[in-house]
């Protein structure tokens, strides 16, 4: 069989023997079609291999995690390369296949017949004030969420009181702490802390209040060109990009949030938001 121009792949596994297995045997797949198969260091340390690649350091065509959503947003953190999510349990989601449908078209992969979606994600930057404030604001950026930024209460037995501010109108609150979720992030923590089930094909943010403490304020929806200002007013905080990684502040720590660079994804086949929802969800 003559060979394609040759891709290279880096695969990304879930630390179980489920993931292991299932990076395996993607592998030897792949090798009847292309040489330039890469595993990261994690999966190479699990599967007792020689040599990995970091992530942040591939500079191949696009990664294929193979896990579930958690495995994505990890993932995601550390390339902007397009990526392949593979479900090999969990909901799954974010990802855009199942380990059986990408075996089953693995031709498709190496035809390139699929296409690549850009997913929304938000930026957050740490603003510290200093002596000199009124001329220098230095700035500390995270990754970027693909899901959600969350604050939320470092002990479990002390409430926050956040301020966040939009179009200058300031608003403040005590409770567990704010989520901030992009559309396709509305169906994983934001869902569960009451927010909206939002359309992946709006270009909005949403903000969740989570348990505000006898306050009014509700869930609600916004422009994704919007900045959302979020200051530490009282409590011990911490901030969590996609369940992983993050910071712990205190207070007046001071955030800006906006949209930031898009997450690209592969996708070897057309579907629905709201079908995938009914199937995975109902």
Not at 27 to 43: A, N, Q, R, W
Not at 190 to 196: N, Q, R, V
Request: include cysteine.
């Amino acid at each position: 069989m003559p060979r394609q121009s040759q891709l290279r792949i880096l695969i990304v596994a879930k630390q179980n023997k489920a993931g292991i297995h299932a990076a395996r045997k993607l592998e030897k797949l792949l090798k009847e079609y292309t040489e330039d198969i890469h595993f990261d260091l994690s999966t190479v340390k699990k599967a007792r291999e020689a040599k990995g690649t970091p992530v942040r350091k591939f500079d191949g065509d696009f990664v294929i995690t193979v896990g579930g959503d958690g495995t994505l947003l990890w993932t995601a953190q550390q390339t902007n390369k397009p990526i392949l999510p593979v479900r090999i349990e969990g909901y799954g989601f974010l990802c855009t296949a199942d380990f059986k449908e990408l075996v089953e078209n693995i031709k498709k992969l190496i035809n390139r017949d699929f296409s690549i979606q850009e997913r929304m994600r938000l930026s957050c930057t740490k603003v510290t004030k200093g002596k000199i404030e009124r001329y220098l604001r230095l700035r500390r950026s995270y990754p970027a969420a693909a899901n959600e930024i969350v604050f939320a209460r470092k002990r479990p037995s002390k409430i926050l009181t956040i301020e966040f501010t939009i179009d200058d109108t300031v608003f403040e609150f005590s409770g567990d702490g704010i989520l901030i979720s992009t559309p396709h992030g509305s169906s994983a923590y934001a869902a569960s802390a009451g927010g909206p089930l939002v359309d992946t094909s709006l270009d909005v943010i949403s903000v969740v209040p989570l348990y505000p403490f006898y306050s009014k304020i509700k869930p609600f929806i916004m422009p994704a060109s919007k900045k959302i200002h979020v200051k530490i007013k009282a409590g011990e905080c911490a901030v969590i990009m996609d369940g992983h990684g993050g910071d712990y502040v205190s207070s007046e720590a001071d955030f800006l949030i906006e949209k930031g660079e898009p997450l690209r994804i592969v996708s070897l086949f057309k579907s629905s938001f709201y079908e995938r929802f009914k199937k995975k969800f109902m």
